[in-house]
């Protein structure tokens, strides 16, 4: 009789991890309170054109690369992947000037050299650490093994202040950190964030036409076709606990999921009040899930584009700045998305309502992005057709995020004890998964769901297998 | 605050988080075993003791806090 797992979020990592348990015999119901699976991986319409809510480019994707075999397994390489422009996948404008980035650790290497000779040696040190964190990149699977811990000491590095001492020129630091707001880069920013995240994206960059939604759509069938269920418009209200095991998942519906196990996919502080009723979860676990912090939201514009107006821009902009910007282009549509680091705080007041004031902060706002943009971008207002926006309450309505948090909560190189939440629960057979944990990104999303899947199984080797087709 | 407020306090906070009586965390007893402890525990009182203390414990200075005197001495030195 094949165990019963319930998967509360349809978001990526819950996705994966029902993809993956699903394949491996076990009974799988994914539950999503939202009408659509996908979390941050949704797309939306407005003016016949599709956005995406959180997903705009991949790294490491390619043959060989971290993510290839895994993305292969779960049947999603055939989707409609572009490479962005193998010369500046990236592409830094600060101080005036635009420094591209290529990709290739050597390609990288003698590029930024060839700006910086004098860096020659911080930018070799930097590749190191690059190629070293991708050669560990499963050494989670060995948690006692020397690549695990010396993995883990980068959590209580300065990712900030690693870049001071290793690269001295401030101008190429601020090259490196341009692109630092897909990583949500502050100084409380640990060293391995910054190694893994950007480190994947020197090896390749990848955007999906058509839109994030096409990843979830083809878990959710993948976990369909093994006989599992993803059920939407289910609002999971508490777990049972008995004998201190988890053995069901209630639902505001009334319904009530029996399982042998749970992964809770979704935002543990939205968790953390559906383990009231659990006694061997104790007070100080939840009130000290619940006091982590967040990290920042994110402003977007989400531009229609007059079609043929403005050139399709196959590399992602960064402008550094005290409003920094990230500006990506739609492969396939004319559409264009523009993305700032917006604080909850900034839009709290309107959390239970919107109001004239609201619109008109996000119209001020929204301009002032596009002014900025068109430093780099001159022909972009002309070429606007409509501009829609989504704040931070926007992204926690339809994603589930915590304050609408772009990468979850905050890790700290502080105390990366505390602000590593662990996959493991004080509940023998309740689980975490999703950006929350060690990282946010389709790559940390996928290797928590590879730690959380071996967690629960209690076994590596069918994971090993997986990794080792590339 | 005196020592004895502040092992009031410690006694206080540790007994309502982690849902045990009071009255059996004696400054000999073993913290591990009273509140316990295993892994995932360890770092809720990490948490704890920084939040209501202000006092970041180190990882290598976990071993040595093996009883409740032992962790009253310790943030007796660095408490606010």
């Known amino acids: ?470 | 605050m005196t020592q004895q407020e502040l092992i009031t306090k410690i006694n206080t906070v540790l007994a309502e988080e982690f849902e045990v009586d009071a009255a059996v965390m004696t400054p000999e007893a073993n913290i591990k075993q009273t509140l316990a402890l295993d892994s995932l525990s360890l770092v809720d009182l990490v948490a704890l003791i920084d939040g209501e203390f202000g006092v970041k414990i180190p990882t290598a200075d976990l071993p040595q806090l093996t009883t409740f005197q032992r962790l009253y001495d310790y943030l007796g030195e660095r408490a606010l």
């Not at chain 1, 599992?228 to 505001?252: H, S």
């Not at chain 1, 002014?371 to 207002?381: F, K, Y």
Request: overall charge negative.
């Open chain 1, 1 to 470: 009789m094949p165990c019963k797992l319930v998967i509360i979020g349809a978001g990526l990592g819950g996705l994966e991890c029902g993809y993956l348990l699903a394949r491996r015999g076990w009974q799988v119901t994914v539950l999503e309170r939202h009408a659509v699976a996908g979390g941050c991986l949704q797309t939306f319409r407005r003016s016949n054109t599709t956005f995406d809510t959180g997903l705009h480019y991949v790294g490491g994707l390619g043959e060989g690369e971290s993510l290839h075999a895994l993305f292969d397994y779960f049947q999603l390489l055939d989707l409609p992947w572009r490479p962005l422009d193998r010369t500046g996948y990236d592409e830094i404008v600060t101080d005036g000037r635009s420094f591209l980035l290529p990709n290739g650790y050597d390609a990288w290497c003698e590029h930024l050299t060839s700006s910086f000779p004098h860096e020659q040696q911080g930018i070799n040190t930097l590749m190191n650490l690059f190629r070293q964190t991708e050669q560990y990149l499963f050494s989670f699977l060995h948690p006692d093994s020397t690549e695990h811990q010396q993995t883990m000491q980068l959590f209580g590095i300065s990712a900030s202040e690693w870049l001071e001492q290793t690269i001295h020129d401030p101008l190429l630091r601020s090259v490196l950190s341009g692109n630092g707001l897909r990583i949500g880069l502050t100084d409380s920013t640990p060293l391995y964030a910054y190694a893994q995240i950007q480190g994947s994206y020197v090896r390749s960059a990848w955007r999906l036409g058509g839109g994030g939604q096409q990843i979830a759509d083809r878990l959710v069938a993948g976990i369909r076709q093994q006989g599992g269920q993803v059920l939407t418009d289910v609002e999971v209200t508490g777990l049972e606990e008995t004998n201190g095991r988890i053995t069901a998942v209630k639902t505001a519906q009334r319904e009530r999921y029996e399982a042998d196990a749970v992964i809770a996919a979704l935002h543990p502080q939205r968790l953390m009040p559906m383990l009231h009723d659990c006694p061997s979860v104790r007070k100080v676990y939840r009130h000290r899930v619940m006091q982590m912090k967040n990290t920042t939201g994110m402003f977007s514009l989400h531009i229609a584009l007059r079609p043929g107006s403005l050139p399709y821009l196959n590399r992602t902009v960064y402008i550094t700045g005290a409003q920094p910007l990230m500006i990506h282009s739609y492969p396939d549509r004319p559409a264009l998305d523009i993305l700032t680091p917006s604080a909850w705080s900034e839009w709290e007041q309107w959390a239970d309502q919107r109001d004239e004031a609201y619109e008109a902060y996000k119209q001020r706002k929204a301009e002032e992005c596009i002014r900025i943009a068109a430093q780099r971008l001159p022909d972009l207002p002309a070429a606007i057709e409509q501009v829609y926006t989504s704040t931070p309450l926007t992204y926690a309505r339809y994603t589930g995020t915590v304050q609408g948090s772009a990468y979850g909560l905050q890790k700290d190189w502080h105390s990366p004890m505390t602000t590593l939440l662990a996959t493991r629960t004080p509940l023998p057979n309740l689980w975490l998964t999703g950006q929350n944990n060690n990282l946010h990104g389709v790559l940390g999303v996928t290797m928590t769901a590879l730690q959380t899947c071996n967690e629960l199984t209690g076994e590596s080797g069918w994971i090993e297998q997986i990794i080792q087709q590339q």
